[in-house]
């Protein structure tokens, strides 16, 4: 019987204290560097499996967390189905997404799935039906969304300090490694994707609306060879309700660099890094004829969301962010793409999750050292 259920059987004598069991699905850099090394701050969660086909993976991160099961992903199914975990982490490359989420799914079994949702709209739909069906919780995994720095822009946009909020700017930029599965084009990946998510979901949070069409262009450097199937970078504008613009260019090949800037009919403000998982954030306001910065030390992005689900489970409360979040994304996503192919401008299909990010779900855990990892290499060239 999953968690959930026996909580909601239960509900009259409080909350559960057993914490939810989690399989993490994929051991790549991000598992290993971030997720799995969060299980120790996560107060609500416990790392119970671990799936890859790569066995000294296997035999070397389950002896370093302490981890009970370690398996190859053709023993998935029948692990689920066996009820020794609650939930799992989905890790994998954009295009497994959707597949390993119904699977999830048909077990019983409550799902946390990196961003993006799936590799295209449709995809996304089907697994928020599938979750649904099956009564399963469907979280996606945007870290900004209990982080403080970024819900404090949330905040104080929302209190008017800089006024009607006219226009945002932002840039997500990496120099991408040769080879890495994010210059795949079968991977569903590239730099729209993959970095550019975070330009367009900022946009959502701190505007609270849907952009309402796009318009977009790509570019990529002659004779580089990591970008024979994705395009180098992305610049895009986008047209949200009241006459807001928000505009942004994300790329695989230029110097690292994280920001954005919402300027309002009385103030700005300003992030920078914003996006980044293993820096300081710096959040810069100007209004009033002051400026004030406040610097938001390094903390372990990951620990929040694992306990944020859990605590959903328990309480049988749908997540924020959600499945539809993750469909939101994918719909700009999708319009941006389109804009790029045909050079013209594109409607949105608007889709509207239920609630938004606001201080009130701000988590804090310590950071943690990088720990050694096995069998990866960083995305990133430096």
Do not use: W
Request: hydrophobic content about 40%; some cysteine.
């Amino acid at each position: 019987m999953l968690l959930g259920k026996r909580v909601r059987a239960r509900a009259s004598r409080g909350r559960d204290q057993r914490k939810v069991r989690f399989a993490v699905i994929g051991q790549g850099y991000f598992a290993q560097s971030a997720i799995l090394p969060a299980f120790a701050s996560a107060r609500s969660c416990e790392l119970m499996a671990l799936f890859s086909d790569d066995p000294t993976k296997l035999r070397s991160l389950k002896r370093k967390y302490a981890v009970e099961h370690a398996l190859p992903y053709d023993q998935l199914d029948g692990f689920l189905a066996s009820g020794a975990v609650d939930a799992v982490y989905i890790a994998l490359p954009n295009d497994m997404h959707a597949e390993h989420t119904e699977r999830a799914a048909r077990a019983g079994v409550h799902v946390l799935c990196e961003k993006p949702i799936a590799a295209s709209s449709a995809e996304a739909e089907r697994m928020i039906a599938a979750c649904a069906r099956a009564r399963v919780k469907l979280m996606v995994a945007y870290r900004l969304h209990f982080e403080e720095a970024n819900l404090s822009a949330v905040e104080t946009l929302h209190a008017g300090t800089i006024g009607d909020p006219r226009y945002f700017s932002s840039v997500f930029s990496q120099q991408v490694a040769p080879g890495n599965s994010r210059t795949q084009r079968e991977r569903a990946s590239g730099p729209l994707r993959d970095v550019g998510i975070y330009c367009i979901n900022a946009a959502r949070y701190l505007f609270r609306d849907e952009p309402t069409e796009v318009v977009a262009l790509a570019a990529s450097k002659p004779g580089d060879t990591r970008f024979h199937e994705i395009d180098e970078q992305v610049s895009a504008v986008l047209r949200f309700p009241n006459e807001r613009l928000a505009q942004f260019t994300c790329s695989f090949g230029a110097h690292d660099l994280s920001s954005y800037t919402v300027v309002g009919s009385q103030g700005r403000l300003r992030l920078e890094p914003a996006f980044d998982v293993a820096e300081a954030l710096v959040l810069e306001l100007e209004a009033g004829g002051r400026t004030r910065r406040k610097t938001f030390e390094k903390r372990d992005q990951i620990a929040p969301e694992l306990d944020e689900l859990a605590d959903c489970i328990r309480d049988g409360r749908d997540p924020e962010p959600s499945g539809e979040e993750g469909l939101a994304d994918m719909r700009v996503i999708e319009a941006i793409e389109a804009s790029i192919k045909s050079g013209g401008r594109i409607r949105v299909a608007r889709a509207f999750p239920e609630r938004r990010p606001s201080l009130r779900q701000q988590r804090r855990a310590p950071a943690h050292a990088m720990p050694t990892l096995v069998n990866v290499r960083p995305p990133s060239q430096h």
